[in-house]
């Protein structure tokens, strides 16, 4: 298993583009001809009611790490309950999206990934996961006070809000235990 953990002091805190809050970017991936990022892995507070920043051209995964829940209102008519760390929001980010906090802030994790580039599969992991070799890059967010990440040939430890940035299965699987976010990011 080739890999990089990221800890949470080398995040980048960087301003929303409707300058209503700050994301902090765990990981971006930019193409050299290309301006604009063809994937992040983010984390947001909201405190507020209000509009999602425009992110026409990529399609977003949503899912709450902290507070009571809130809801999403799309321009096409679907709406999105997050009541719980498992649920997902998976919306295009060419829609209008306002945001209904349920009983005060949230904290959010958000993957975006630039639709004629890239998808991402993401899972919420509570217990035992188990991939095998496969396509694309795989990352894993500690959730809980610790993660175990094991293959054949290594054993990580990854502590809270820290992600694990996997490069290479090499042989076999690797084994993920305790409560963490998955985001496998495949190339078209």
């Not at 890239?118 to 894993?140: D, H, K, P, Q, Y």
Request: with cysteine.
């Amino acid at each position: 298993m080739k890999y990089r953990i990221i800890p949470s002091v080398e995040f980048k805190t960087v301003p929303w583009k409707n300058g209503k809050g700050i994301t902090k970017e765990l990981y971006v991936r930019y193409e050299k001809e290309r301006s604009e990022f063809i994937f992040r892995l983010s984390i947001a507070g909201v405190t507020e009611n209000g509009p999602f920043s425009d992110f026409s051209g990529y399609n977003r995964v949503l899912m709450m790490l902290e507070g009571n829940g809130i809801r999403l209102e799309h321009s096409d008519g679907t709406i999105n309950e997050i009541k719980s760390y498992s649920d997902m929001a998976i919306f295009s980010g060419d829609l209008k999206t306002e945001v209904i906090l349920k009983e005060g802030p949230i904290k959010d994790f958000n993957v975006m990934t630039l639709k004629e580039v890239c998808s991402s599969e993401v899972i919420a992991i509570n217990g035992e996961v188990v991939f095998t070799e496969s396509s694309g890059e795989l990352f894993i967010l500690c959730c809980g006070d610790y993660v175990q990440v094991e293959s054949i040939e290594k054993k990580v430890i990854i502590e809270h809000y820290h992600l694990l940035h996997i490069t290479e299965i090499i042989s076999g699987s690797i084994r993920v235990k305790g409560d963490a976010i998955a985001v496998r990011i495949i190339y078209q």
